[in-house]
C-alpha cells in the first residue's frame, strides 16, 4: 500500500518542490536585478516628501468631483505632522456612563499620503465600494487606509473613516479629522533611524 501512494503522488511531489523552488528563485532574481541603490532610495523618499509638503486640493477636487473638507486642506500646512511616520494614536479614554464606546484602542498610521492624485492610485476605489467620494490620507502599510468624506460643497470637518481590506469593510474611527488629530500621539522612531 505504501509503495503504491509512493507510486501515485511521488510525482506530484517532487513537481510540486520544483515548482516552489523555481517561483522561489525567480522572485530573488527579480528582486536582486530590481532593487534600487541607496543613492535611488533617498531619491525616492526625498521626491515622496516634496510631494507631500506641495499639495495639489485643486487637483484632487477636480479628478474625484467634489470637494475636500477645509480641515484635510489645512493639515497638509502642518509639515511636522505630515512628514512623521509610524504614529501611534490613542482614542480619548472611554466615557464610563457609555460601556458601548471602544476601550480606548490605538490607531497606526504608518505615514501620511501626498494631497495629489498620483497618491489615490494605490489606494481604495471608495465610490466603487459604495462608501462615496473621498481622500485615502494615510496608511497603516498594511494595504488599509484612514480617508474623509468629499462632497458637493466644501465643509469646515467631517468623519474619519478607516477602510479595511481583508476582510472588506470601512470603519469610523472619529467625528471629525480634528478629533482625530487632537488625540494623544506617539512618533515611533524606527530602529534604522537610531544612530549608536
Known amino acids: 500500500m505504501q509503495t503504491l501512494l509512493v507510486e501515485a503522488f511521488g510525482p506530484l511531489v517532487v513537481a510540486f518542490v520544483i515548482f516552489v523552488a523555481v517561483v522561489g528563485a525567480r522572485r530573488l532574481w527579480y528582486q536582486y536585478r530590481n532593487r534600487l541603490s541607496s543613492e535611488q532610495r533617498q531619491a525616492a523618499r526625498d521626491a515622496f516628501r516634496s510631494r507631500l509638503v506641495h499639495p495639489n486640493a485643486s487637483e484632487v477636487e477636480q479628478g474625484i468631483g467634489a470637494f475636500l473638507p477645509q480641515r484635510l486642506i489645512t493639515l497638509y500646512e502642518d509639515h511636522p505632522t505630515l512628514l512623521n511616520e509610524q504614529i501611534e494614536i490613542r482614542r480619548p479614554p472611554p466615557d464610563p456612563e457609555n460601556p458601548a464606546e471602544p476601550q480606548n484602542p490605538a490607531e497606526w498610521i504608518e505615514a ?39 462632497g458637493a460643497s466644501r465643509q469646515l470637518d467631517a468623519p474619519v473613516f478607516f477602510a479595511h481590506t481583508d476582510p472588506v469593510y470601512n470603519e469610523k474611527v472619529a467625528a471629525s479629522l480634528d478629533d482625530f488629530l487632537s488625540w494623544p500621539r506617539t512618533v515611533h522612531v524606527p530602529e534604522s533611524a537610531v544612530t549608536h
Open 112 to 150: 501620511f499620503l501626498p494631497l495629489d492624485l498620483e497618491s489615490q492610485k494605490y489606494t481604495l476605489d471608495l465610490p466603487g465600494r459604495g462608501w462615496g467620494k473621498g481622500f485615502c490620507f494615510a496608511t497603516d502599510g498594511e494595504g488599509n487606509f484612514y480617508w474623509i468624506p468629499a
